[in-house]
């Protein structure tokens, strides 16, 4: 089988990899053996692929973690042999044709929706999990600084909420000319604009109640934030932050008694089930941000596509040879 090798600075092949194998557990926890089929990229693959300063030596395996497939295997009792689930690997660990993984790292799929929206019940639900660190949203004046796939998400399931301003803040255009599909009350270009300054307008002089960073990494966004937030107001930093964060002026966040939060590890017994669920539901149409799809023979243009955000890329899913398969089989 094959598996997935960062040979150099934005250079990824596959490779060959022994089968998984199901094994006893010290902690007494079951397994499958789980196949991806269709999976997508996430900005924090990225690090990655460039081997930038944050992730310099990836393994094998990485990066992917976003995915639905078919548990082939397992010595548990959750999941029987030929059930499709959501799973997400340890790590971002999971760019494998096939690997054993615990089996509470997966949750069945809703038969209601797509396979390209049951997978973005990943994503979405890391942003509920963020969003449940805050008080009541509903009213509120926000401002969601960055509008990749994970900024557009966190607009959904803001205005999903009842939040009164969903402020969308980019620096692309390509990226905010969708942002009012997915909740955006108002957008900002802030590489044409002050960002600052249009917030101000926007609130009434008030700034935003709530500010959320959703660029994270290298390009991070902090002091911006800082500028966005009314005093006592609060920040929810969702983008991964590098190791260490430079020049961020801490001065001002003290005396403005901003609270900030942040927010890592949602819980697989409550938000994946419920971003799949709002899925299902219809609360949220993650379709709106799925833009290029690509077989994983061209996992290397993929990435490239993703990182240069490419043709306005925002979701990019890629098709393992498990998915045809799949796809075929099930067709009446």
């Not at 934005?10 to 194998?21: F, K, Q, T, Y």
């Amino acid at each position: 089988m094959f598996a997935a090798q960062i040979t150099g600075t934005s250079r990824i092949e596959l490779v060959d990899a022994p089968e998984p194998a199901l094994a006893p557990q010290p902690d007494g926890r079951r397994q499958i053996v789980f196949q991806p089929e269709l999976t997508c990229l996430c900005g924090s693959d990225l690090p990655y692929f460039v081997r930038n300063s944050e992730q310099p030596n990836p393994g094998l395996g990485h990066s992917l973690h976003e995915m639905i497939g078919t548990v082939t295997a397992t010595d548990g009792t959750r999941f029987k042999p030929g059930e499709r689930v959501l799973c997400v690997p340890y790590n971002q660990c999971g760019f494998f044709e096939r690997y054993a993984i615990h089996e509470d790292r997966a949750i069945p799929l809703d038969r209601r929706v797509s396979e390209e929206c049951a997978l973005l019940a990943q994503p979405l639900g890391t942003a509920i999990f963020a969003l449940k660190k805050l008080p009541v949203l509903m009213d509120r004046d926000v401002a969601v600084v960055g509008q990749g796939p994970m900024g557009q998400l966190l607009c959904a399931a803001l205005r999903n909420l009842g939040a009164r301003e969903v402020i969308a803040i980019e620096r692309l255009e390509s990226r905010l000319a969708n942002s009012p599909r997915m909740g955006a009350t108002a957008t900002v270009c802030n590489a044409k604009e002050d960002a600052v300054a249009a917030v101000s307008r926007i609130t009434g002089g008030k700034m935003a109640e709530i500010v959320i960073e959703a660029v994270g990494h290298q390009d991070q966004a902090l002091n911006l934030c800082i500028d966005l937030c009314q005093p006592g107001g609060r920040i929810l930093y969702f983008g991964v932050p590098p190791e260490i964060i430079d020049g961020v002026r801490f001065r001002d966040l003290f005396f403005k008694n901003i609270t900030v939060h942040t927010s890592v590890n949602p819980d697989f017994q409550r938000d994946f089930p419920l971003a799949m669920r709002w899925i299902g539901e219809g609360r949220v149409d993650v379709s709106k941000i799925i833009t290029h799809r690509y077989p994983v023979a061209e996992i290397q243009t993929a990435f490239e596509t993703f990182r240069d955000r490419k043709d306005g890329a925002l979701k990019v899913l890629v098709e393992f040879p498990a998915y045809s398969r799949s796809t075929a089989s099930r067709k009446p």
